[in-house]
């Protein structure tokens, strides 16, 4: 399977920027879709943004992030990034990022989870 591992959280001011990093144990997490997820306390897992495997370049966003959240990859590095501007402290959440075998957004569909990185956004 693929390992996961999440990095870059922390605590940030409001307005200010954070990149997560979540890096995989294997060179064929490339031909895996990646999705970035989020859950705040007592809220449920929700879809922040997917970016596509095997050399595509297909991009999904959830839409009230669209604008202020960019996903990328780096395939020489087994890394995918969520950049993330402008939070705000609705933004506090773990991230979790998570590789699925098609672009999806859904939660379900993903077979492969990292353990998640704190993000706490302070006003």
């Known amino acids: 399977q693929v390992q996961l591992v999440e990095s870059g959280g922390g605590l940030v001011q409001a307005g200010g920027s954070l990149r997560l990093s979540c890096t995989a144990s294997a060179r064929t997490f490339t031909a895996y879709a990646v999705g970035w997820f989020r859950q705040a306390p007592g809220k449920e897992r929700e879809f922040v943004a997917v970016i596509g495997g095997s050399g595509g370049d297909a991009l999904d966003y959830r839409d009230s992030l669209k604008g202020r959240f960019t996903i990328s990859r780096d395939n020489a590095k087994n890394t995918v990034y969520l950049q993330m501007n402008s939070l705000n402290p609705e933004d506090t959440a773990v991230y979790y990022c998570?590789?699925?075998?098609?672009?999806?957004?859904?939660?379900?569909?993903?077979?492969?989870w990292g353990q998640g990185t704190q993000v706490t956004v302070s006003s």
């Open positions: 998570a590789a699925a075998t098609f672009f999806t957004r859904t939660l379900g569909s993903y077979a492969y």
